[in-house]
């Protein structure tokens, strides 16, 4: 769009602001122009108190002389398309242009748009008011054919039909000439050549036919140039098909498909090689694994591995709240036969359960990760639920599965399905909440066994308090559950500031000290107990009052709310039956005791899972190795979890945590069963702590044949000190018990162990003096309130 009158802008803007300022001084003698003025100066007069100056003001910036502006005051026209634009029209404006011999109607835009400088500057002046239509018209046209010049001979050539058609598929308004440029340059383009073409490549059995595309341009193509680029293309074409060839060698490309070889054509050069190294790869690990599916027993079926499925087991579920029997009636049933063995998600747990068997007349052995009693002549075994392993080959008259909600856990989950899978017995008993029926159906009904449901009621009321509580308004014989062990310390220190006598339980404490903190607070040495969550699982407390420090807990991703669950396992430990009449449930303020009260009285969610976790033995991984030359036992473990025919209803997991350890000892210059071995050994204190630090080392020693001597442990008084090295030891006595000739300082370790136990629980049990009266009643308190915030 040219310039009004050919002039530069500034000049035709203060020729129009002149001519308004002699207008408006000759009409109103009180106008007073303003000093300085922007480039849009018609503005600032728009708020004028002299009626019309705004109008008038727009008009002499839009290119009118004064006559016209004069009429324009005196005979209003709302249809008028000058006075649509001077009184802020909100409608549309559209203008009719001849694009080279077609007329075809553009829109502007709303009728204020004219009023921006790129548009008003250019106008031509109307000297009288019906010129301005025609010099709108005038504009735009000069606007478009120079911006469409490009098309000028193209279109000159077409039909009229042509023409029509290709301006029917463009989007008149002038605002989007760009847009309306280059998609009228490409329907010229697909008017005149035949852009879409088919590639026909070939070799042998192997025929590819792509279709193609000349791509879109900015510019006319000339017969030439498309030419020029389809034979282009199909050289680049042809020239990536021999590479395909090549790097495929005696690889049969044809068991991709036509669909992904495409896809593949159009990577470049590196990426398609790339990825025809990984097609070969993939196609040798189904060949490869066909043959392991269809010549390996160890490969069918999941659920058909085990000799269980020669029985028809009953299932008997004791399922309720916590604090409702049922782990004490699995394990009366258990006392009841000649041959049982009780299964538990912890170590603690396990042990709890041999000396209740052993005081009730029944001999009973302890097989855990880091420790064994085996009593001579004895009829039943406690055991952690990844220890069955060892003993699902026997025959037993019972098998009690305690927690069996933890199959549906993410980490440890395999381990329940194979014990409920594999367990050789009539009769198999479990213990859980009610929210894990669904599962047990389906995986009842898979290993083809009869399922009875026993359900459990609470043995003593359990109530949510009506009103928070505060630290010191804990009464003696209460606990308070907080969810990280830096939360628990801060805790304990704020009570024992206040006299209190206290007690704590968290994850990363042994057996030995949770046991001991917790005789504390049943023996009364304790008044309170602090913990976190791992008080739901395990430990049977006399408390009568459960408070909650906060309803969220980090999860190991973020910050979350506790589920229903969470709050009905953790809260129903108050009142313990025997020990008290009913139990109570609070929090520390109003809004947690007001989160607790819901979470607790909401119906539990159902978890009914469609696909049940499994793992590979060593003799799977072991067998992947060899049939397919593969010597990293991550990689291994892939492949059997890509490949492995389960079925629809078990799925092989890794989980991240285990993946990562593996990674760390994945050497493939030690023998895949050692390295298993280890990866197998649970890492407490992650892997960045001294216990998976110290295991590479051991691996590597063991690996040179060389025995692994326990290491000297430096036995300071600083709690993470002693936890930490205490990781060490255990982590030491789990290698033991699998490779006893290689770790055989057990007595030495066993003895650090219960020096570590003791240090820890002796650092627990430290008291902190109290405070002052006036201390105590804003110190700890006020470090609550901001450790809370």
């Known amino acids: 769009m040219a310039k009004a009158g050919g002039k530069p802008y500034k000049s035709v803007r203060l020729e129009r602001l002149a001519r308004f300022i002699e207008w408006a001084s000759a009409r109103h003698p009180d106008f007073v122009a303003k000093k300085h003025h922007q480039e849009k100066w018609y503005m600032p007069y728009i708020g004028y108190p002299m009626p019309g100056l705004g109008r008038a003001a727009k008009a002499f910036w839009l290119g009118l002389h004064a006559e016209a502006v004069d009429a324009l005051m005196a005979e209003p026209d709302a249809d008028e398309l000058l006075d649509r634009v001077v009184a802020r029209d909100l409608g549309e404006i559209a203008c009719d242009v001849d694009v080279f011999g077609t007329t075809k109607t553009f829109t502007l835009g709303s009728p204020a748009h004219l009023l921006e400088p790129e548009w008003a500057l250019r106008l031509e002046d109307s000297p009288r008011r019906g010129d301005f239509p025609g010099t709108l018209q005038r504009a735009v046209q000069s606007h478009v054919r120079s911006r469409l010049q490009l098309l000028e001979r193209p279109f000159a050539e077409m039909d009229e039909d042509s023409r029509q058609r290709c301006l029917a598929r463009v989007r008149p308004e002038v605002e989007r000439l760009d847009e309306f440029l280059a998609r009228a340059i490409e329907i010229v383009n697909e008017t005149r050549h035949e852009l879409r073409y088919v590639v026909e490549l070939r070799q042998g059995d192997l025929r590819l036919e792509i279709q193609r595309r000349v791509p879109r341009h900015d510019q006319l193509l000339s017969d030439a140039e498309v030419a020029r680029y389809k034979a282009d293309d199909r050289q680049m074409l042809e020239e990536k098909f021999a590479l395909m060839r090549e790097h495929a060698g005696d690889f049969d490309l044809l068991q991709l498909g036509h669909k992904r070889l495409i896809e593949l054509l159009q990577l470049e050069p590196r990426k398609l090689r790339r990825a025809i190294t990984l097609a070969r790869r993939e196609h040798a690990e189904r060949m490869a694994f066909a043959v392991l599916l269809e010549n390996d027993p160890r490969f069918a079926h999941y659920h058909e591995l085990y000799p269980a499925r020669r029985l028809t087991r009953q299932w008997v579920a004791y399922l309720g709240p916590t604090n409702s029997g049922k782990t004490h009636r699995s394990i009366e049933a258990m006392t009841a036969v000649r041959h049982g063995i009780y299964l538990s998600p912890l170590r603690l747990m396990a042990l709890e359960n041999q000396e209740r068997l052993e005081a009730m007349g029944v001999p009973c052995s302890l097989v855990t990760g880091e420790e064994q009693i085996i ?105 308070l559950v907080a969810f990280s062990r830096k939360t628990v310390l801060e805790l304990k220190g704020m009570l024992e500031t206040t006299g209190k006598r206290v007690s704590v339980v968290y994850g990363a404490l042994s057996p030995e000290v949770r046991r001991e903190q917790a005789r504390r607070f049943r023996e009364g040495e304790a008044d309170l107990m602090v913990a976190t969550d791992a008080v739901g699982m395990g430990l049977n407390l006399p408390a009568h009052t459960l408070c909650f420090y906060t309803e969220e807990k980090f999860d190991g991703i973020q910050n979350r709310q506790l589920n229903v ?13 025997g020990h008290h009449d009913e139990g109570t449930i609070t929090a520390l303020d109003p809004q947690t005791l007001r989160a607790i ?44 979890n890509r490949n492995i025919n389960y079925g629809a209803e078990f799925v092989s997991v890794l989980p991240d945590e285990l993946a990562e350890w593996i990674g760390l000892i994945d050497d493939p210059k030690i023998p895949l069963w050692l390295r298993w071995i280890f990866a197998c050994t649970p890492i407490r204190g992650g892997l960045e702590g001294p216990a998976a630090h110290a295991a590479q080392q051991w691996l590597k020693r063991v690996a040179a044949g060389r025995s692994v001597e326990l290491p000297r442990l430096l036995l300071r008084n600083d709690l993470s000190s002693l936890e930490t090295s205490l990781h060490v030891v255990e982590t030491y006595l789990h290698l033991a018990r699998t490779l006893p000739d290689r770790f055989a300082q057990v007595e030495q370790a066993e003895e650090q162990r219960t020096l570590l136990n003791q240090a820890i629980t002796r650092e627990l049990s430290r008291q902190r003096r109290p405070r002052h009266a006036k201390q105590r009643t804003g110190g700890p308190l006020r470090r609550e309130r901001q450790a809370r915030r």
């Open 597 to 640: 009260r819901q979470l607790f009285h909401s119906p539990d969610r159902p978890v009914s899972l469609a696909q049940f976790q499994v793992r590979p033995s060593i003799e799977h991984l072991s067998a992947i190795s060899e049939q397919m030359n593969e010597p990293s036992l991550l990689r291994a473990w892939l492949t059997f």
């Open 565 to 577: 669950q969470e709050v009905k396992q953790i809260g129903g430990r108050a009142g313990r039956f």
């Open 375 to 479: 009593r001579e002549g004895a009829t039943h075994f406690c055991c952690t639920v990844e220890e069955f392993a060892r003993f699902r080959g026997q025959h037993w008259d019972a098998v009690v599965v305690d927690e069996v909600q933890m199959l549906a856990d993410g980490q440890r989950g395999w381990a329940w399905v194979d014990a409920l899978v594999s367990a050789y017995t009539p009769r198999l008993l479990m213990t859980g909440p009610a929210l894990i029926e669904p599962s047990l159906r389906t995986l009842c009904a898979l290993c083809g066994d009869q399922l009875k449901i026993e359900r459990t009621r609470r043995l003593s009321p359990v109530e949510v308090a009506r009103r928070a509580t505060t630290l010191n308004g804990l009464e003696p014989g209460s606990m």
